[in-house]
């Protein structure tokens, strides 16, 4: 496919793969080519998006100054600019082509209608706790959609921080747009069925994520606590764990309230010899343990990261060898009001981490409370309630 030099972003030569889902950006500087993960570039041009925004009337530089993770501004960067690679794009790049939405499958896939006009896209900005109508957002051009995310306007009177309700308004729509198209693409490639319910949960527990993250500086990546964190009133944390001992495999959950105390803790076996997918199965495992004891409000905690990070963002290379558990974990996660997954250090899960440890030489499957636990797995719950409390 032939380079085209776009003119909104003067130092940098787009060009469209003939995947049409990968942005290449060379610098003009040394011509060294990133993919559409990479931001150095985009970081380092920050002052040619502010020369932009003073003729276009754009605000390119709070796009880029917005305490967001790095990909969602590429992908707002993407839309504004009109390049990503809609079917009405590439159709109208190649001469011809499908242009029918893959989501809903009645009109064209433009950008505005992929994002929100169509009827599973309306469906997810309204089905959230913020319930925003798309179709009533207007814009003369895909460029708008920067203003509306750097610039919402708020109601006036209102009692929250308007920066803070800026900041997280622009969360919401920039973890909002990354899902829609993330679903789409996965229609497209992999045949995905739309389960709006699952979609929505898995939109919501991000846009929490990141919005709790906000208070953590310098960790908007995955919040990768070294100690243990009790959470909120009301949610029931539930760390999870999987060990293997003499060929056997074996999988620990730890359920804890807002004060750090046990409301109970298992173990049992797992066919599976592989760590990630005993790891996978494990989240699995504790979402219909949390679903029996009828927790309402949940938080799953584990320290295998390629697992969490197929949850928190499963339509991208999502390993294949845990799919079907990261299916099955985000079906299981609709059941609850609030159910939000975790990656954390192995020091922050020390106390499932030593009951699956242990699991071998218990009776299994095996169930225990705050006065029945292993001694060893003790001794870790203890070292979670003192480092809490200091
Ligand atoms: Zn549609």
């Known amino acids: ?6 003119s909104g ?4 030569r787009i060009i469209l793969s003939q995947s049409g889902c990968v942005v290449h950006i060379h610098s003009k500087r040394n011509g060294r080519c990133l993919n559409r993960w990479s931001t150095f570039y985009v970081q380092e041009d920050r002052s040619a998006q502010g020369q932009v925004s003073a003729h276009d009337g754009v605000n390119w530089n709070g796009l880029w100054k917005l305490r967001i993770h790095e ?16 079917k009405v794009n590439l159709a109208l790049k190649l001469g011809s082509g499908d242009t029918l939405c893959p989501l809903c499958s009645e009109y064209d896939e433009s950008i505005e209608h992929i994002f929100f006009h169509c009827a599973i896209s309306r469906a997810i900005w309204f089905g959230n706790s913020w319930a925003v109508y798309s179709n009533h957002l207007t814009f003369s051009s895909c460029k708008d959609i920067i203003n509306i995310i750097c610039d919402p306007s708020l109601p006036s009177g209102m009692s929250m921080d308007g920066k803070m309700l800026k900041e997280q308004t622009a969360i919401q729509f920039a973890i909002t747009l990354d899902v829609i ?6 229609v497209i490639h992999n045949d995905h069925k739309i389960n709006l319910m699952a979609t929505i949960k898995l939109l919501e527990s991000r846009i929490m994520e990141h919005v709790l993250s906000l208070k953590e500086p310098g960790s908007l990546e995955v919040r990768g606590c070294v100690v243990w964190e009790a959470p909120p009133i009301g949610v029931i944390k539930i760390n999870v764990d999987a060990a293997i001992y003499l060929d056997k495999s074996f999988m620990a959950a730890v359920a804890r309230d807002y004060k750090g105390e046990l409301i109970k803790a298992w173990a049992k076996t ?3 010899k592989d760590p990630t997918i005993a790891e996978a199965d494990a989240i699995c495992w504790a979402l219909e343990l949390a679903k029996t004891e009828k927790f309402e409000k949940i938080s799953i905690e584990s320290d295998a ?4 990070d197929a949850l928190l963002s499963p339509t991208d290379d999502c390993p294949w060898k845990i799919r079907t ?3 099955l974990a985000l079906e299981l996660a609709v059941y609850f009001s609030v159910c939000s997954f975790y990656w954390v250090k192995r020091d922050a899960n020390h106390m499932a981490d030593a009951m699956a440890k242990v699991a071998h030489s218990l009776c299994l499957p095996f169930c225990c409370s705050q006065e029945t636990l292993p001694p060893s797995v003790k001794e870790a ?4 309630v003192f480092l809490l409390s200091s």
């Open 1 to 6: 496919m032939r380079p085209r030099l776009y």
């Open 9 to 12: 972003i003067p130092s940098f």
């Open 71 to 86: 990909r969602y501004k590429v992908l707002i960067w993407r839309i504004a600019t009109g390049i990503l690679p809609t």
């Open 181 to 186: 198209w993330n679903l789409r693409n996965q």
């Open 270 to 272: 797992t066919v599976y």
């Open 305 to 308: 990261k390629v697992c969490v």
């Open 325 to 327: 558990f990261t299916s």
């Open 381 to 384: 719950w203890l070292r979670d």
